[in-house]
């Protein structure tokens, strides 16, 4: 008579401990569920990541013809400067493209430049931007002191201008201001598009020249030919020589852009192009960062 009270407690442990298996069961479940779920969003993400990119590459062929079209619009070719291209749909979003010449805008590279004398040139056409610009006397100091010759007596050239972010003084929020004046292109000695460049600029970039001297310059154009505009009354007192070295009336370096949109989600693509005789030079490609 006094086994049933064990045998009432065997039952309900037996219960319990089932209820329990169920608990962690559904736990497990749960836990597996949510694991499924995140590596299905990580693996859809990274074939996302994956498509953007082959849809990025796909800027390449986009780009020669925008660098065609300038060419041809020749000094009308202002117009296409940062002008989007209409909406191309692909499974699951769009992509568009557009691109910016970085032919007017002053070469931070020009630093690095292997003959002694042109360094010490753009050295002085940089104090004078960055007097245009206001910069801290630290950040000014900074920049030079990347272009400072190492042990074997070169430069180092930057492959891009994010890398001034580490410098004191600099963030991406100055940088992004500094983009419309400062690039950085692969050759030192690149000249500057007259056509294309701020008076500040081009009175930066050549020494004897006031920036009121600029403007009436650059009011004058756009130029054509660089004969005549070495013609001009503000120029006539230079080095001829010089003046054919540092400046063009035409572009050879641009910074082409996708912008592409997969399942609600935008991700932008950056693509240096350069435009030279033996044909196009295709550098870097950049996600986020321009």
């Given amino acids: 008579m006094k086994a049933a009270p064990t045998h009432h407690r065997q039952r309900g442990a037996a219960l319990l401990i089932a209820?329990?298996?169920?608990?962690?069961?559904?736990l497990l479940a749960t836990e597996l569920i949510q694991r499924s779920q995140r590596d299905l969003a990580r693996t859809q993400a990274l074939v996302d990541?994956?498509?953007?990119?082959?849809?990025?590459?796909?800027?390449d062929g986009l780009a020669r013809e925008w660098i065609r079209q300038q060419r041809d619009a020749g000094v009308a070719a202002r117009a296409l400067d940062g002008l989007w291209s209409e909406?191309?749909?692909v499974p699951g979003g769009a992509v568009r493209g557009r691109i910016f010449d970085l032919s007017g805008r002053f070469n931070l590279n020009a630093l690095a430049a292997p003959d002694a004398v042109e360094a010490v040139r753009a050295r002085q056409a940089f104090e004078?931007?960055?007097?245009?610009?206001?910069l801290e006397r630290t950040l000014v100091d900074a920049i030079l002191a990347l272009y400072?010759?190492?042990a074997d007596a070169r430069r180092l050239t930057l492959a891009h201008l994010s890398e001034l972010d580490a410098l004191p003084g600099m963030n991406p929020t100055r940088r992004r201001t500094l983009e419309a004046i400062l690039t950085v292109l692969p050759d030192p000695a690149a000249r500057l598009n007259l056509n294309r460049a701020a008076p500040e600029t081009l009175a930066a970039w050549?020494?004897?020249?006031s920036l009121q001297q600029a403007e009436?310059?650059?009011?004058r154009g756009p130029w054509n030919e660089l004969d005549a505009v070495l013609a001009q009354p503000e120029l006539v007192g230079l080095p001829q020589q010089l003046l054919r070295q540092r400046l063009a009336v035409d572009s050879r370096w641009y910074l082409a852009q996708?912008?592409?949109?997969?399942?609600?989600?935008?991700?932008?693509?950056?693509?240096l192009v350069g435009d030279g005789a033996s044909g196009y030079d295709f550098r870097y490609i950049s996600l986020g960062i321009p």
Avoid: K, N
């Fill in 19 to 26: 209820l329990v298996g169920v608990a962690l069961a559904l």
């Fill in 49 to 59: 990541a994956e498509r953007g990119w082959q849809l990025a590459a796909g800027l």
């Fill in 87 to 89: 909406w191309f749909p």
């Fill in 128 to 134: 004078r931007v960055a007097d245009s610009l206001a």
């Fill in 148 to 150: 400072a010759p190492g």
């Fill in 206 to 209: 050549l020494d004897g020249l």
């Fill in 216 to 219: 009436a310059l650059i009011a």
């Fill in 258 to 271: 996708a912008q592409v949109v997969l399942d609600g989600e935008r991700r932008d693509y950056f693509r």
